[in-house]
T-cell receptor, first 115, second 112 residues
Framework: DTGVSQDPRHKITKRGQNVTFRCDPISEHNRLYWYRQTLGQGPEFLTYFQNEAQLEKSRLLSDRFSAERPKGSFSTLEIQRTEQGDSAMYLC?????????????FGSGTRLTVV | GESVGLHLPTLSVQEGDNSIINCAYSNSASDYFIWYKQESGKGPQFIIDIRSNMDKRQGQRVTVLLNKTVKHLSLQIAATQPGDSAVYFCAENTGANSKLTFGKGITLSVRP
């Protein structure tokens, strides 16, 4: 296992289109998180799953955003009717239920550009 | 070495000097803290963490200090190298939900 994988690395889309990102966490990690990061800022929490259950969603996660983790392994984040303000780096992370040393690991992110 | 709070965007140090990056966290209930390094175009990379029952933790060339009384966290990098140039974030975690709250980050620039 080489860590948290995200696909694609980059996505350019036209305003109004739908996009979907995928995250493959570290296999033994129960928890999977989605964060959004804009230029010059720290990552902001969007939502997280414990196994297949989505346990918390940030107010940042508007109705156009939906995340799934159907089998408790990989997760997808879909943005419908994209807007220019959605342009950001979307980061996925995974951890054990109680994060311990080295236990909260981020992927390299998907950079979304909405034109 | 030099120290600077996270309200300043850039810390510039000479190669070989020690660096100190400071962070003030907001939630007195936070019980787990992590320092991340982020290079351009990459995700945050774990550096070192500390739990609230500790004051100090050392890694390879890095030390994290936690002062719960004043809600202050610092990252010390010994013998700073060009490869240490990156943006550094502190992050705090509270309780069972495990989501992290990040500070704004500071850019460390190492002069050769």
């Amino acid at each position: 296992d080489t860590g948290v994988s995200q696909d694609p690395r980059h996505k350019i889309t036209k305003r109004g289109q739908n996009v979907t990102f995928r995250c493959d966490p570290i296999s033994e990690h129960n928890r999977l998180y989605w964060y959004r990061q804009t230029l010059g800022q720290g990552p902001e929490f969007l939502t997280y799953f414990q196994n297949e259950a989505q346990l918390e969603k940030s107010r940042l996660l508007s109705d156009r955003f939906s995340a799934e983790r159907p089998k408790g392994s990989f997760s997808t984040l879909e943005i419908q009717r994209t807007e220019q303000g959605d342009s950001a780096m979307y980061l996925c992370a995974s951890s054990l239920v109680t994060p311990s040393t080295d236990g909260y690991t981020f992927g390299s992110g998907t950079r979304l550009t909405v034109v | 070495g030099e120290s600077v709070g996270l309200h300043l965007p850039t810390l510039s140090v000479q190669e070989g000097d020690n660096s100190i990056i400071n962070c003030a966290y907001s939630n007195s209930a936070s019980d787990y803290f992590i320092w991340y390094k982020q290079e351009s175009g990459k995700g945050p990379q774990f550096i070192i963490d500390i739990r609230s029952n500790m004051d100090k933790r050392q890694g390879q060339r890095v030390t994290v200090l936690l002062n719960k009384t004043v809600k202050h966290l610092s990252l010390q990098i010994a013998a700073t190298q060009p490869g240490d140039s990156a943006v550094y974030f502190c992050a705090e975690n509270t309780g069972a939900n495990s989501k992290l709250t990040f500070g704004k980050g500071i850019t460390l620039s190492v002069r050769p």
